[in-house]
């Protein structure tokens, strides 16, 4: 069983800056793909950015150029680092890592911007 850990939400105002972060552990069994997903309110869970193990990244339209999305393979651990906080970024993110074995969750970590 793999268990994955968020932290690093909160409350910010529009312009501001954040960064989350996402650790694995248990019976973790090289994790490949690492990623970042967030669910708003009333709307479906979306991708926001992934990383592969040899570090290539993927980004959604709408966060390019904002955030940026980093690992540490040694400590399976995934990392973003948003700037430029808008209010439609409000959702709460959830942190995601997939293997051989399946795909794994943490339990989301809310981020509110204000305008």
């Known amino acids: 069983q793999v268990q994955l850990v968020e932290s690093g939400g909160g409350l910010v105002q529009a312009g501001g800056s954040l960064r989350l972060s996402c650790a694995a552990s248990?019976?973790?069994?090289?994790?490949?793909?690492m990623g970042w997903y967030r669910q708003a309110p009333g709307k479906q869970r979306e991708l926001v950015a992934s990383?592969?193990?040899?570090?290539?990244?993927l980004y959604a339209d709408f966060v390019k150029g904002r955030f940026t999305i980093s690992r540490d393979n040694d400590k399976n651990a995934v990392y973003l680092q948003m700037n430029s906080l808008k209010p439609e970024d409000t959702a709460v993110y959830y942190c995601?890592?997939?293997?051989?074995?399946?795909?794994?969750w943490g339990q989301g970590t809310q981020v509110t911007v204000s305008s």
């Open positions: 995601n890592g997939k293997n051989v074995l399946g795909a794994y």
């Open positions: 248990g019976s973790i069994f090289r994790i490949n793909d």
């Open positions: 990383i592969t193990r040899r570090g290539d990244r």
